[in-house]
């Protein structure tokens, strides 16, 4: 153990901890900026300078491991002016758009400058002229207002291994770019919004569809659907000062009512009818051996767009199944429509997902119109939700509970867990262990694939079968996986896995790229935690029991993969390059 | 203008009856078929090690006089990183070049002693005679690239110019043309290619 002093104050830490997670353990928080808990610390800020006795130079507390006989001064007036003027050169650089800026109120650049009172008027400004990149339509990368901290960078090249963003030049030049300097459309970015999540201030943003939100709930000729994404009903909440992982799905239900929409769905119900479709899926594969194995799932857009681009060797093995995201919409404007005699024209389908790539999967592939017109209209993230009440004055907080429109918004706790990884994964082996056996698992929590773990497996018994399961996330983590079943298929030996989940953020959707600001494991792992207390919470915790669902194929849909179901709920892949250009 | 970077031309894989797998190597794997055979050399040379990326860098710069993207593309594919990596390097260092560059570099040392004896008006002469700016330092002829560099370590001759690897010290604007000008006049005579 390392033994030293900061601010006079004994502490005692692991050797290679920081000098600033040292302090943290002695309740002194050094003031930082370019740092995230997730990620290593590229050093470029310079806040977080301290001095150590005796040493000549101050040092950079994120970076520097604490070592014996330290002692540490973490605020002293030099120190504080230094911060200051770095402060002050930073905010030279950035422009004065705070009062417009997508991370006004949520910005820790801006906090920082609240934090250190710098006037404005001291600071002569230079700040480059670059139009934004919008080509996604996604996510908008603004680089004026980037300050080169380097957690996009790192995010998107070792945690994602996507390598869409790279930091191009030097100096006062350096920017965040894709490769070539060309737009983010044509590189391999595959939306996950994993950036935009890191990203210390405004330079990272999603694309603010609320607008055309508002415009489609105030035209009396259109008749608005919501649906609402499993995850952001334990992580809405953090927008509004409770704790993550609180569950608020029926005051969400409440919330969309006084919005102005007509119908209020969850996609937990068709993240249901997803699994009766997979789970079908991997019968058909593993029981009936009618397909390739491993079967891998598909319900995370941007892990499809990774796979067509790098991994398109498993396109065969990739589940048809459209998302559940999809499927709602496209049930909506066919299965509702029908039902309540409305015009599938005038339906005009919401979903509050906690993804950016959401927004690029409804209009990925012509399947995506399979209702005859687009599923799902408009895609908003979590924070664009949370603008939206705001804006609205409604008081959230204390609003009634509500239900939803039981047609397509009954869940069972098995399509709930999608939010987490590992729950489609779990929900899928409840279901296709009945379809196989006809008996339930014995155990209903399936433990060896909840957690943080990068890449987790188990193996289940299913009536004397062995099935071996996999479950990744972080598209890092997939190579580890994809090219173990490689290797076996290239050595003619059985495959490892028999089922694949992938989801492209870390932690799964809870973590997704639309999500409250502010994610580390700590949030994660509460978020995940309020997740599984929902499904523990359900009386149905089988998708294949949900009555809903039930009365879904006996009314309309016939028979899970039968040629109703394949028309409206599957889709295809194709191969497609990493650049475009 | 940056050029076309080459596409990632990976065939479509055909449909495989469902129960053959198929054994296609994941794209970053498998390089495509050389349309820079020369540049293909200078990688095996380097035994196709990413760690010797500068070097081959500076190599193919050598070869095309500066760093087009589409090979710049092919080197990352053929070293099996990712192309945002290549660029990042290439970017980063003030000897690779982008853009073309003019068969003669004209390299104003805007260091502090050459700052301090007025190098800038030098640089606004050369400019404006040749027809550059900063956004676009290379005339249309692709004669003359102008740069600033930061200290030749000359301070002694400040201001100085360096054209190609000639140094010319204790400039100024006029005699800078006239520099310029005998450089013309050298090509008009001995066109070489």
Known sequence: MITARINQIEVQVPPGTSILDAARRVQVNIPTLCKHRDLLPTASCGICIVRNKGGNKLIRACCTPLEDGMEITTHDREIVEVRRSTLELILSNHPQACLTCGRNGECELQSLAADFNIPMESIKRYVKDVPPDTSTGSIILDFTKCIKCGRCVQVCQDVQNVWALSLLDRGINTRMAPAGDITLAESPCVKCGQCSAHCPTGAIVENDETPSVWEALHDPEKICVVQIAPSVRVTVGEAFGLPPGTNLTRKLYAALRRLGFKAVFDTNFSADVTIVEEASEFIERFVHQRGPLPLITSCCPSWTDFMEKNHYDFIDNFSTAKSPQQMLGVLAKTYYAERLKLDPAKIFMVSIMPCTAKKYELSRTEEMYASGHKDVDVALTTRELARMLKQSGIDFLNLADGDPDSILGEYSGAGTIFGATGGVMEAALRTAYFYATGKKLAKIEVESVRGLAGVKEGQIDVGGAKVRVAVAHGLANVEKVLDRVREARQRGLETPYHFIEVMACPGGCIGGGGQPYGVDNARRKLRMAGMYQDDADRTIRHSHENPEVIRLYEDFLGKPLGPRAHELLHTRYTARPLYKR | ?193
């Open chain 2, 1 to 193: 203008m940056i050029s076309n970077l080459n596409l990632e031309t990976q065939g479509q894989p055909e449909a495989a009856p469902a129960s053959a797998p198929l054994s296609k190597p994941n794209t970053k794997n498998s390089p495509a078929p050389a349309p820079f055979p020369k540049v293909a050399l200078i990688i095996e040379r380097h035994g196709r090690k990413p760690a010797r990326l500068v070097p081959i860098l500076q190599e193919v710069q050598e070869e095309y006089r500066y760093l087009p993207p589409d090979v710049l593309s092919y080197v990352a594919r053929s070293l099996n990183i990712a192309p945002a990596r290549v660029f990042g390097v290439a970017t980063f260092y003030a000897h690779f070049a982008i853009k073309p560059k003019g068969k003669h570099v004209v390299r104003l040392c805007d260091g502090t002693a050459c700052h301090v004896k007025d190098s800038v008006p030098i640089l606004d002469a050369i400019r404006f005679r040749l027809g550059v700016t900063e956004a676009q330092p290379t005339t249309r002829d692709l004669l003359f690239t102008v740069e600033t560099v930061a200290c030749l370590g000359a301070c002694g001759l400040a201001p100085v110019l360096v054209v190609d690897d000639q140094v010319y010290g204790a400039m100024n604007p006029e005699k800078a043309l006239a520099v310029l000008e005998s450089v013309r006049e050298q090509e008009r005579k001995e066109p070489s290619p």
